[in-house]
């Protein structure tokens, strides 16, 4: 099976005692459930022999599930070097954004309305954000990761008024397309809310979490 051909080649190269693994998408070809696996024993094979290894993928799944640090290269360029965490947490612009995190970052028109503290206005919506602090001369985009809004089929305190999509099932929540605007954001709605495409819903965001970028640059500000 494939993953016995990934694990006989991997045993051949650790006879060699190498300096440096150098593993070229060694996953790729493997069914999703064979990956988890394989990328589990990768990850505990690494502990063992603690032997540097630079693994290249297109699997942001797993750069995150098994990276000490990662390199994000977009077009031939490092657009970001970090940890998993400050990758995901803290990315330098808009396309390391919308690249890690899945389902990606959900990107909407800002306007600063005040800068200390910072306040955007998305929509008719004010907004505080994780910036500081924000130069007053460019345009901006805000950054809201899909777990950071949840639908409801109910108004609640602070939430906004949406057309509800599309519902897609995730196993222990859904997904939710909504519009916003002019704009089709997602998020999450719980397993047992009554949310129904074609209806309308109620976006509730985590207000403290929306990023900033550059809408000219692209860079976070």
Request: charged share 25%.
């Amino acid at each position: 099976s494939g993953g016995q051909r990934q694990r006989v080649a991997l045993g051949r190269a650790i006879i060699r005692k190498p300096v440096v693994f150098l593993m070229d998408e060694p996953l790729s070809n493997l069914d999703a459930r064979l990956r988890i696996e394989m990328r589990a024993e990768l990850k505990k094979l690494h502990q063992e022999l603690k032997i540097t290894t630079i693994y290249v993928t297109h699997d942001q799944a797993e750069a995150m599930s098994m990276s000490d640090r990662i390199a994000v290269i977009y077009n031939g360029e490092v657009q970001q070097c970090g940890t998993p965490r400050e990758i995901y947490m803290k990315p330098t612009n808009m396309m390391v954004a919308g690249f890690v995190g899945s389902p990606p970052m959900n990107f909407l028109p800002a306007r600063l309305i005040n800068s200390d503290p910072v306040e955007i206005d998305c929509s008719g919506v004010v907004l505080s954000s994780v910036t500081d602090s924000v130069p007053g001369n460019v345009r901006f985009t805000a950054g809201i990761r899909p777990e950071d809004i949840t639908v409801y089929s109910v108004e609640k305190e602070g939430s906004i008024e949406v057309d509800v999509s599309i519902i897609e099932s995730a196993g222990p929540f859904n997904w939710a397309d909504v519009k916003w605007g002019d704009t089709v954001i997602k998020g999450i709605s719980e397993l047992d809310d009554r949310l129904e495409p074609g209806k309308t819903g109620f976006a509730a965001i985590a207000k403290d979490k929306v990023m900033l970028f550059d809408a000219e640059t692209g860079l976070r500000v």
